[in-house]
DNA sequence: CCGGACCGACCGACCAGTCGGTCGGTTGTG
DNA sequence: CACAACCGACCGACTGGTCGGTCGGTCCGG
């Protein structure tokens, strides 16, 4: 029997990431989360010191995948502005397939109260440092006229969460519906700089397609 | 003594509305309300039916004076996509001034569960109304080209969410240091579609500018 | 027979909501 | 004007249910 250590972590976080979901931080009872793994209280509190440190862990491994995902879409891209995008279409659409990964990782959290504050700066901090990554990058690369990155990484942030949110609660637009527009509006909103300033000199290349 | 019935109601709203801000809803105890309202507990539960009716008065309270801020800002603009753009700057300069407001009407909901879910879904649907009414005017009018304006409204609404909960959070950058920035990749977004379908009939008068 | 994994009855803090009671003012009556 | 009957606003001790967390114990593999 012995040994079996992580399996029943995992199982207990795969439980958790569900249950969270449906009744977010509060309404998820540690019981709840011990049924559901077919364990007892005690067996939970044997892997893990608390329902906070519980939920933290479930954020942590869903904004790690996210984020990795997010990372690597954007690397296997040519220009910084096309990754940017890149990145920012995977997240739409991963979290667009998983409503309610995207619950859990978007909106459950506050109903921890303050303790959750500083995770989610964490967690957004994360995701927007990708993203501003890779328009300083595109700014560097000329791509794009100077801006102010962390803002912009930001409200670009923000967009994709409103949509995904609503789309949680409302279930329509879906995020991929959601997708061109926000290319458009996002992406094009730096490209009219661009045209401000034109003083790029990529190799001639067609620039980012403003729709699918 | 009698008749201070609306008095006393306002007393609450206002003590809630401070205490929502500072602990969330969980974590703000009736007893503290009543405590700051210089009330007993009996004395609260006289004026309001449940804590969760009274969270439901605050936010309803916020959301209707600021969508009612914003609907005159953006009347008292010239042209469709000069009221959205105003619409949008007073909403963020607002919530600017009022960190503590800002945190019960964005953040602080989520707190409650479930049961929050629906007003999120209201208050949100009222302001994305007001930017979602304003741009469609403004595709009307010529001013922008047809997109999915129920999107761009939602995006915008994201984008200015997430810079006022950042600034909550983090302290910077302020929403009036990110309003330039945001005003120019909101609004530039669009205009950079009226660019490709050039067929405006605007008369003469300079566009938006995008800086201040 | 040791100890890691797990059990589940139990504890006790916590808190929304209740309820019998108080008290100052107002109204009605003679 | 006096006095009673009434009422709206408010008080605060108490309750009842809920849950996170604990702890002494069991079971099984090595």
Chains 1, 2 share one sequence.
């Not at 977010?24 to 009872?29: D, K, Q, S």
């Not at 891209?77 to 997240?91: D, K």
Request: glycine letters at 8%; a negative charge.
């Amino acid at each position: 029997m012995a040994v079996q250590r992580e399996t029943t972590r995992e199982r207990i976080l795969v439980a958790a990431e569900s249950a969270f979901a449906d009744k977010g931080y509060h309404e998820t009872l540690v019981d709840d989360i011990a049924g559901r793994t077919s364990l007892s209280k005690g067996g939970f509190y044997f892997h893990f010191p608390s329902k906070e440190d519980l939920f933290f862990a479930v954020i942590d491994r869903l904004a790690a995948r996210l984020v990795q995902r997010a990372e690597s879409a954007s690397a296997s891209c040519q220009s910084p502005l096309q990754g940017v995008e890149a990145a920012l279409s995977e997240v739409l659409t991963t979290l667009g397939r998983r409503r309610r990964i995207a619950k859990v990782l978007l909106v459950q959290g506050y109903s921890m109260g303050s303790a959750f504050e500083k995770k989610r700066v964490e967690i957004f901090g994360r995701f927007s440092g990708v993203i501003q990554d890779g328009l300083d990058r595109a700014v560097e690369a000329g791509e794009i006229a100077p801006i102010n990155t962390e803002v912009v990484a930001r409200a670009w942030l923000g967009a994709v969460n409103e949509i995904v949110v609503n789309w949680v609660y409302h279930g329509t637009p879906t995020p991929s519906e959601a997708l061109p527009v926000l290319r458009t509006i996002l992406v094009g909103g730096l490209e009219r700089l661009d045209a401000d300033k034109p003083e790029t000199d990529s190799p001639g290349s067609d620039p980012v397609a403003t729709n699918d």
